[in-house]
């Protein structure tokens, strides 16, 4: 199994970025694939996730109408869309696959990428 996140860099407040998570060795159809950030000395906390069932997506308040999820069911892959950064979206990215249970919840994340450091400078 892999997940491979990219897309990560340094960008100035007000840009964007878009990060992929390229997924292999798992049947991705039967997956939602979520990404959670965590920030230095805090924990990783949920930004947004896709369900693989009929493609509805979740965005935590402080990146709503800033970021937009979609997955690529033929490629395997999921993007984030980050537009507006703030530099308090600065952190490891990663992503997870989720068989279906409490998406928020990243205990219930199957596996996880190797995560990409985003920097937001202000």
């Known amino acids: 199994v892999q997940l491979q996140a990219s897309g990560g860099g340094l960008v100035q407040a007000g840009g964007s970025l878009r990060l992929s998570c390229a997924a292999s060795?798992?049947?991705?159809?039967?997956?939602?694939i979520g990404w959670f950030r965590q920030a230095p000395g805090k924990e990783r906390e949920g930004v947004s996730c896709i369900r693989n069932t009929d493609g509805s997506t979740y965005y935590a308040d402080s990146v709503k109408g800033r970021f937009t999820i979609s997955r690529d069911n033929a490629k395997t892959t999921v993007t984030l869309q980050m537009n507006s950064l703030k530099p308090e979206d600065t952190g490891v990215y990663y992503c997870?696959?989720?068989?279906?249970?409490?998406?928020?919840?990243?205990?219930?994340?199957?596996?996880w990428g190797q995560g990409t450091l985003v920097t937001v400078s202000s």
């Open positions: 997870g696959a989720n068989p279906g249970k409490n998406l928020a919840d990243r205990i219930w994340y199957d596996w």
């Open positions: 060795g798992f049947n991705f159809d039967d997956y939602a």
